[in-house]
């Protein structure tokens, strides 16, 4: 029932890259049901995101395909900002998440804080997640995500912007400001 999605690519020095691919999806109106999502840190770090979708309830057609990775190159290269090809293609993306809940764990890795989000899936919410992680300077270095019977289930393994977990002290300011 769904289309698989692998994306490979070097990744931003910003946090943002898994915002820019699931903004793009959200443009072109693909449903995320799954993903699986890593950044292999090297001397460039690589991500290697690989997403099962679909549209209209449907598999991606050969011909949507093609203009889905058209408007992934155009994002991901800079040729046209996100906010470009969401404005063009006519989304206007809510300004918030109504979240069943939200938790930060620290005890799950050594590296990384675990940012586990609950919510009612609804058009564009991988997108507008992944926006506020980044917006916030986290940057996801995986991801585990899972859309079943209208719920959302998304476990996001992030780090600051000096590159370590989020200190156990600032846990819940962090989850107020999420």
């Known amino acids: 029932d769904f289309s698989e999605l692998t994306v490979c690519t070097y990744d931003d020095p910003e946090p943002g890259m898994l915002a820019k691919i699931t903004g793009v999806l959200y443009g072109c109106t693909v449903d995320i049901h799954k993903a699986q999502v890593f950044t292999m840190e090297r001397e460039r770090p690589l991500v290697l995101d690989t997403l099962w979708v679909r549209s209209g309830g449907m598999q991606i057609s050969e011909g949507r395909a093609r203009r889905i990775r058209s408007s992934l190159l155009d994002v991901l290269t800079g040729r046209q900002t996100l906010d470009q090809f969401l404005e063009a293609a006519g989304k206007q993306p ?85």
């Open 94 to 178: 809510p300004s918030a998440i109504p979240l069943d809940s939200i938790e930060l764990r620290n005890d799950l890795t050594e590296e990384h804080t675990v940012v586990h989000m609950i919510a009612r899936d609804f058009e564009g919410l991988l997108y507008l997640m992944t926006m506020t992680l980044s917006r916030c300077r986290l940057d996801i270095h995986s991801a585990k995500v899972t859309t079943w019977h209208a719920r959302a289930e998304n476990n996001f393994y992030v780090t600051t912007a000096s590159g370590g977990q989020i200190p156990d002290a600032e846990l819940a300011g962090w989850k107020e400001q999420l």
